[in-house]
T-cell receptor, first 113, second 118 residues
Framework: AQSVTQPDIHITVSEGASLELRCNYSYGATPYLFWYVQSPGQGLQLLLKYFSGDTLVQGIKGFEAEFKRSQSSFNLRKPSVHWSDAAEYFCAVGAPNFNKFYFGSGTKLNVKP | GAVVSQHPSRVICKSGTSVKIECRSLDFQATTMFWYRQFPKQSLMLMATSNEGSKATYEQGVEKDKFLINHASLTLSTLTVTSAHPEDSSFYIC??????????????FGPGTRLTVL
């Protein structure tokens, strides 16, 4: 069965510190992987995506993610967090025809000044 | 990037009334749109897939007679919550698949609609 696991419900980091948000997936075929960010009361904004090719993908706002097939992971990273990065982050797996998206439960990021 | 809009952003209604939420793809055509529901501090739950010119496909457990979906054009899908009750209060988000040169690119999300049923 398809599923996405984000093991960390809440994460707090200091501004300027590095960040890694974990995402593990279970999917029967080649996954299409996404990271979205949601600010309170807002919709989801696409940060980055992976379909194929280079396993390290760059996204907006200085984020990057690395696809590791052997670990079924697609962790999101940022070298230096800004206070404006405080939000909820969702990892998602999409079926190849995009008719199904499976979302993780989300990780809420707090940023300390 | 591609833009998906929703209207209204917030709506408050009385129990028993119906509410219509619009989802529009502003700068691209979307043959497929999706409707999600999000409870507080939870992830998104897919309710249904809206297909232009045909009936929507509902996920298991979603009442099709309560959540009416119409995808009348390539840029507009509507969700009508009929005979709304307080338990229908939630955050409803739509999304649309963007194709570039016929190839699926990604799924873009609207800003969401907060429905409160009194």
């Amino acid at each position: 069965a398809q599923s996405v696991t984000q093991p960390d419900i809440h994460i707090t980091v200091s501004e300027g510190a590095s960040l890694e948000l974990r995402c593990n997936y279970s999917y029967g075929a080649t996954p299409y992987l996404f990271w979205y960010v949601q600010s309170p009361g807002q919709g989801l904004q696409l940060l980055l995506k992976y379909f194929s090719g280079d396993t390290l993908v760059q996204g907006i706002k200085g984020f990057e993610a690395e696809f590791k097939r052997s670990q079924s992971s697609f962790n999101l990273r940022k070298p230096s967090v800004h206070w404006s990065d405080a939000a909820e982050y969702f990892c998602a797996v999409g079926a190849p025809n995009f008719n199904k998206f499976y979302f993780g439960s989300g990780t809420k990021l707090n940023v300390k000044p | 990037g591609a833009v998906v809009s929703q209207h209204p952003s917030r709506v408050i209604c009385k129990s028993g009334t119906s509410v219509k939420i619009e989802c529009r793809s502003l700068d691209f055509q979307a043959t497929t749109m999706f409707w999600y529901r999000q409870f507080p501090k939870q992830s998104l739950m897919l309710m249904a897939t809206s297909n232009e010119g045909s009936k929507a496909t509902y996920e298991q457990g979603v009442e099709k007679d309560k959540f009416l979906i119409n995808h009348a054009s390539l840029t507009l899908s509507t969700l009508t919550v009929t005979s709304a009750h307080p338990e229908d209060s939630s955050f409803y988000i739509c999304s649309a698949n963007l194709r570039l040169a016929g190839v699926l690119d990604t799924q873009y999300f609207g800003p969401g609609t907060r429905l409160t049923v009194l």
